[in-house]
């Protein structure tokens, strides 16, 4: 979309959303922000996280980046936007959930096979993907080389395990862990049908998002 595009669309949103949500906008606007759940996600366009969870504005804090990648704690790092965002959460608006949202057809777990030109415009995508590279060393063992597909898909739910590994390094997120305060979770999204999964730890598997709401 081109930003008349988008002006455009702006105008679509004031005449049916806006009306559909004045009153909710209006008491985000007097009462603040409140919400539970902290989803970092991968900046991809096809993954919209109010979409996919059909939630609402003030429902999610939402941090997005290239590959769903969250760098381990370093108060001495300079990759400071994701820490700052999981701090905030936590300290300020006293969050309750942690989503690490990965997903199919993934272009930062394919960049960890290609060979990226070593130039100053593009430096920071190989920096920034380090964070990754553990997903694709167990991919391969896992599954080999002989599969694209099947490494690709292994390599995109190593990495959301990968993070949630990172994710468990921040002094306050392991606290309130432990103490049962804060509940952290993956889950793997399927951009052709919309289907989530959640890894769960005890097990070491991916299984349906569905089967925790049938739970409830």
Request: charged letters at 25%; a negative charge; hydrophobic letters at 40%.
């Amino acid at each position: 979309m081109g930003v008349e595009t988008l002006a455009k669309s702006h105008q679509d949103f004031k005449r049916i959303y806006k009306q559909e949500y004045a009153e909710r906008f209006k008491e985000l606007a007097e009462m603040g922000q409140s919400p539970k759940t902290l989803f970092i996600s991968c900046s991809d366009s096809r993954v919209v996280p109010t979409l996919i969870t059909h939630s609402h504005p003030g429902d999610l804090f939402i941090d997005r980046n290239i590959g769903n990648i969250v760098p381990p704690f370093d108060p001495n790092s300079e990759c400071s936007a994701i820490p700052a965002s999981v701090e905030y959460a936590i300290f300020e608006l006293h969050i309750e959930n942690i989503i690490i949202c990965g997903h199919t057809d993934c272009g930062a777990c394919k960049a960890l096979y290609e060979d990226l030109p070593h130039e100053v415009e593009i430096s920071h995508i190989e920096k920034w993907l380090r964070f990754a590279q553990p997903a694709k060393e167990k991919a391969e063992t896992l599954v080999g080389v002989n599969d694209p597909k099947k490494l690709f898909v292994a390599t995109e739910k190593f990495n959301i395990i990968e993070q949630l590994t990172h994710l468990m390094t921040y002094p306050l997120v392991k606290q309130k862990v432990r103490a049962g305060e804060l509940f952290i979770q993956g889950w793997y999204y399927h951009i052709d049908s919309g289907e989530l999964e959640y890894f769960d730890p005890v097990e070491h598997r991916f299984f349906p998002l569905e089967n925790i709401a049938a739970d409830q």
